[in-house]
């Protein structure tokens, strides 16, 4: 793959990713996979003393040459990173606040031909990039988690996002063994968690009417649409049964969707009892160490050895 990077991605151009926690480490591993030299800003020194073996564990799952783990030095600070990067992506928590402070300090330590790109799996760009002077090299890249299995990312134009900058990440991203497609209004939650909360808030709303209880629902997901969704998307079935019976099965169903504008109470509660899910051993669904081992096991089995074809 690294005889196909662009050539501002070459060695003599390194990378930059702020966060090494779980995202930010694994899209480490796949730039440095592909060839590039990366960076990574990790403030936290007990996340920085863990990131060589996390990145080893990655580089294991994908049968990939673990000497090149060797291109990834973790630093506490932006500062210490090369001042000649191509590429800056952060990967931080899902806070705008905290986003803007680093694209603030990225646009004065990055050279100016320099992509700034955000992981951001929700918010929009526009919002993020209020900081930067420069506006038209913001992009997003919505990875999907794990990266290095889930291959798809989201390259959201927002509407000071450049030709040029869109061009040169879309090609960046698929140099690197990703699958990009383009997102062509910087709207909240992109493509695919439009969708993906679109199934959530209804999920929710069947078990909050006492339809069916939380692994029904789990189980009809995955035992029926879901397991035809990772080869035929939903415009394509319907294209295939047929828009008539889209447009009749519409007619009766829609009417009667949840249609909450707000969380609803089910998920509002749960949060405020502290039931938060796998970490604290219930949410939805209750869970123990065991099932959430097996839980883990089934995703790393499942989506471990799929790649992705490229755009």
């Not at 796949?30 to 800003?41: E, K, P, R, S, W």
């Not at 096991?297 to 755009?311: A, C, N």
């Amino acid at each position: 793959m690294a005889d196909t990077l662009p050539v501002d991605l070459l060695a003599s151009r390194p990378a930059l990713v702020v966060g090494g926690g779980r995202m930010g480490l694994a899209i480490a591993q796949i730039l440095a996979a592909a060839g590039v030299a990366v960076t990574v800003v990790e403030p936290s020194a007990a996340m920085r003393e863990s990131a060589h073996e996390r990145l080893i564990r990655i580089f294991r799952l994908q049968a990939q040459p673990e000497e090149r783990a060797a291109l990834v030095q973790v630093v506490a600070d932006a500062g210490e990173a090369p001042s000649d990067v191509a590429i800056a992506i952060e990967a931080a928590p899902e806070n705008v606040e905290l986003k803007r402070s680093i694209f603030g300090r990225l646009d004065e330590l990055c050279p100016a031909d320099a992509i700034l790109a955000t992981n951001t799996s929700v918010i929009p760009v526009h919002r993020i990039a209020a900081r930067v002077r420069d506006k038209s090299r913001m992009v997003g890249t919505h990875f999907w988690n794990p990266p290095y299995a889930v291959r798809l990312v989201e390259v959201v134009r927002s509407e000071d996002t450049s030709d040029e900058t869109m061009e040169r990440t879309i090609a960046i991203m698929a140099a690197v063994g990703q699958q990009p497609v383009r997102v062509n209004k910087d709207i909240p939650g992109f493509i695919g968690n439009r969708l993906q909360h679109a199934l959530k808030r209804e999920a929710i709303a069947l078990v909050q009417a006492g339809v069916c209880d939380a692994e029904t629902v789990d189980t009809v997901v995955k035992a029926s649409f879901g397991a035809r969704l990772g080869v035929m998307g939903p415009l394509e079935q319907s294209d295939l049964v047929g828009l008539n019976l889209t447009l009749a099965i519409h007619e009766v169903i829609l009417p009667d969707l949840d249609t909450s504008r707000a969380p609803q109470k089910l998920l509002v509660d749960l949060v405020a009892a502290g039931h938060t899910g796998v970490a604290t051993g219930q949410g939805f669904r209750s869970w123990t160490s065991e099932t959430r081992a097996e839980l883990q096991t089934r995703l790393d089995r499942t989506l471990g050895g799929k790649k992705g074809t490229k755009s």
